[in-house]
């Protein structure tokens, strides 16, 4: 049995598609006979404070699926205050440290980028010759940082950069979860040993259901309320003749979108606040459609709903542009419209009608995830080379 430890700064019981993400693949390892172990934080995402269970300590350690899991300290904090969001990853990066002085680390360790500054931890404090590190990039940062609006090219920017570029450089293994990153961190590494990851989802596929019956359309958004994804400016900018917009999750807009249905309570949207992932996969079944937006165009970005809600059989609208897009398309999933451009939005909505949403075509959707979105199939072609 080998060892193999997966350092991340989101795990369950947060959710999200990063924890989501981390703990298919420390289970699926474990169930292929590895000894897994995790680090990390004590759990804090999205709303930036410790959970109640865990308040008070300064570290948790347990063991769940066979799983070790060393839960570390951090500075808690969701602030748009640059300084503070910087000092929580800078504690947690402390907390790193302080844990591999003081315990014996795997010769594989798998390490979990974004965050740059704790994977840059990881990478200056685990190297060796006879420790395989591999690291696992989901975004690409300071890249999509700039193209959000976080960032400016100033030294700042400059030194994210070469701390990417440092962290590139002594990962034995790159995996990245879209063609764009790999291609990227071949440009800057092109002896790079590297590996595409998609985050494709494990769960027992349901029974494609009929959506309730009803004049418009219902089309679902489930996931961060966060800047990037827009979903605030999506209220906004929807044409509701044709559909009626449903919203689970949390995050930094949730209060900015209920004042907005507040005030309009003749538009038909309804938001369900944040359920578990199990309900929500329950619910997202009575739905006709999905809409997966980014406000902006971030380049390397493939968004895991993708896969997952083709599991779901749910067809899509992709708003973002880029991979995402290319996926949608090439696979049949839905519909695209041009990224930030909220004209071609509605057109593409106001086109879609109830006989394009049927159960033939949602069993078709999700018949094309099982073939093509396999996760076992993945990890097993990862273990090959870990």
């Avoid at 994977?119 to 010759?129: E, N, S, V, W």
């Avoid at 909220?342 to 959707?365: F, G």
Wanted: proline share 5%; net charge positive.
């Amino acid at each position: 049995m080998s060892d193999i430890l997966i350092i991340t700064s989101y795990f369950p019981p947060e959710t999200g598609a990063a924890s989501n993400r981390i703990f298919h693949l420390a289970n699926g390892l474990e169930q292929h006979h590895f000894n897994v172990s995790v680090i990390t934080p004590l759990p804090n995402y999205p709303k930036g404070k410790i959970f109640d269970a865990y308040k008070g300590k300064f570290r948790h350690t347990s063991t769940e699926n066979n799983i070790k899991i060393h839960r570390l300290w951090i500075y808690a904090s969701n602030s748009k205050n640059k300084i503070l969001r910087l000092f929580a990853m800078l504690s947690y990066s402390f907390s790193l440290i302080w844990f591999f002085i003081s315990n014996k680390i795997p010769n594989k360790v798998i390490v979990q980028s974004p965050p740059l500054l704790v994977a840059f931890t990881c990478m200056l404090f685990l190297r060796r010759k006879k420790r395989k590190l591999i690291l696992n990039v989901s975004d690409l940062w300071p890249i999509a940082g700039l193209e959000l609006g976080a960032f400016k090219k100033n030294f700042s920017y400059r030194t994210l950069e070469r701390i990417e570029h440092f962290n590139y450089k002594k990962a034995d293994l790159v995996l990245g979860q879209s063609n764009e990153i790999l291609k990227h961190v071949m440009s800057l590494c092109p002896s790079k040993n590297v590996f595409l990851y998609r985050n494709f989802p494990d769960f027992n596929p349901p029974t494609i259901e009929e959506a309730v019956s009803n004049e418009k359309i219902k089309v679902v958004y489930a996931g961060l309320l966060g800047i990037a994804q827009g979903i605030y400016k999506l209220c906004e900018q929807l044409d509701y003749s044709n559909i009626e917009f449903h919203i689970y999750g949390a995050g930094a807009e949730k209060e900015k979108i209920e004042a907005f249905i507040s005030k309009n309570p003749n538009l038909p949207i309804t938001y369900h606040g944040e359920i578990s992932r199990e309900l929500l996969h329950k619910a997202l079944l009575k739905y006709d459609l999905t809409i997966i937006p980014l406000l902006n165009r971030i380049y390397g970005s493939v968004p895991s709903k993708i896969f997952e809600y083709a599991r779901l059989g749910l067809p899509m609208v992709y708003f973002g542009g880029g991979e995402g897009e290319t996926v949608i398309k090439n696979y049949n999933l839905g519909w695209v419209a041009e990224s930030s451009n909220y004209k071609d939005l509605n057109s593409v909505l106001n086109k879609i009608k109830k006989e394009d949403l049927t159960i033939t075509s949602k069993t078709i959707i999700q018949k094309t995830a099982l073939q093509c979105f396999d996760f076992k199939k993945q990890l097993n072609e990862f273990i090959v080379i870990v």
